[in-house]
DNA sequence: GTCAGTCTGCCTACTAGAAGGTAGGTATGT
DNA sequence: ACATACCTACCTTCTAGTAGGCAGACTGAC
């Protein structure tokens, strides 16, 4: 467990924000010094490039999004609400603003203009999560606690689909609450009636 | 039905492959001008700035995208088949891509740095779609060929982040089929059985 | 008809500022 | 002595946007 300066997060903080906001070209250099209080020349010392910086980041923040489906995993025994806390994590993050919108939802956007590196993070945290959704959804069957019209493959992509077009929603109309109108029902069609 | 030069369409034209491509901030008079044959400061003269440009852009958008739920309201007798119409029709400008995403879709996820009157204008195309859905959904249900499980207006704005979301993914994975593996079923789910 | 005036569409040439990035220096800690 | 972290100063390229000119088409007045 090195601790090195803060600074390096301090700066992938900020840039993560900024990109959640604006997308990967919505953002700069200097924006971030201005936030971080850093020159613009030292963000360069740590990131040497901008697609250093956001492949980091993204990388930060596929390592950060396993060790949330790990915790889910092992701490929610039932999958229902191991869906109910993905989509409770994110209902959150919108209500307070505090991270609007998934990192690689927005940078996907942008793919055709993206650094090949960047792509290829942005595209394996896609797969990871729907992998994680196909399982959990198949041990939903499995377990008889949901009830699936497709294969568990289909409705794990329609499913985080749903919830990436459920954030844009909310964006769109200004509203968080959108995101809970469109994913609860989402969450509800899925529990087998007993 | 006054005839002006085509050049300002042009201009149009080329935004939107740019900016469904790359976002607002992933384009630049530069590369229009590059594209249309014309100088940078010519498109000045059609559009004296970026904002004007995109606000008009969206504002053609929009009055294409009634024109289309016109004529399928027009064409189309069966709430299911004009939803399927909608679907397909993404579906075909995906598969051949030619506009391998929504223009008002990729702006939204831009919406904290976007100019206000083009976020007015966005805004406004959720709302006439949500609006459109919404009115098929109801009527579908009215007539005894579709089937919800929560209200028109809920179901409609589901529906719509779906559809969105279903790009998203197309777009991550590389992989245009991905827009109807989670489209399809989306649609089948409504169809109520006879 | 034609001739001045004007409008349109596009041009060259330019600006100020912001972009990402580099060179080379200094203070500090090991 | 070496590396880390940061700095000032600078570079090139790109950004949106402006100023002003020029050729051709439309206008009305004579």
Redesign the pocket.
């Known amino acids: 467990m090195t601790r090195?300066?803060t600074?390096a997060d301090d700066i992938l903080d900020c840039a993560r924000t900024l990109i959640v906001s604006g997308g990967y070209n919505g953002f700069?250099?200097?924006?971030i010094a201005a936030v971080v209080g850093?020159?613009?020349?030292?963000i360069?010392?740590?990131f040497?490039?901008?697609?250093d910086l956001v492949r980091t980041l993204v990388a930060r923040y596929r390592a950060e999004a396993a060790a949330g489906i790990g915790a889910v995993d092992r701490n929610v025994p039932d999958p229902l609400n191991q869906l109910r806390a993905y989509v409770g994590y994110w209902e959150a993050c919108i209500a307070d603003a505090s991270a609007p919108f998934c990192l690689c939802a927005l940078l996907a956007c942008e793919i055709p203009v993206l650094p090949a590196d960047v792509v290829a993070e942005v595209r394996a945290h896609f797969r990871t999560f729907s992998g994680w959704l196909t399982k959990v959804l198949a041990r939903g069957v499995a377990e008889g606690r949901l009830r699936l019209t497709g294969t568990p493959e289909a409705e794990a992509e329609a499913f985080l689909a749903t919830v990436h077009g459920a954030m844009l929603s909310a964006r769109a109309y200004g509203d968080p609450s959108m995101f809970a109108t469109i994913t609860h029902p989402l969450l509800e069609r899925l529990v087998r009636p007993h």
Chains 1, 2 share one sequence.
């Not at 700069?28 to 924006?31: L, P, V």
């Not at 040497?48 to 697609?51: D, E, F, I």
């Open positions: 090195p300066s600074t700069s250099y200097a924006d850093i020159r613009k020349a030292s360069h010392h740590h040497p490039a901008k697609s």
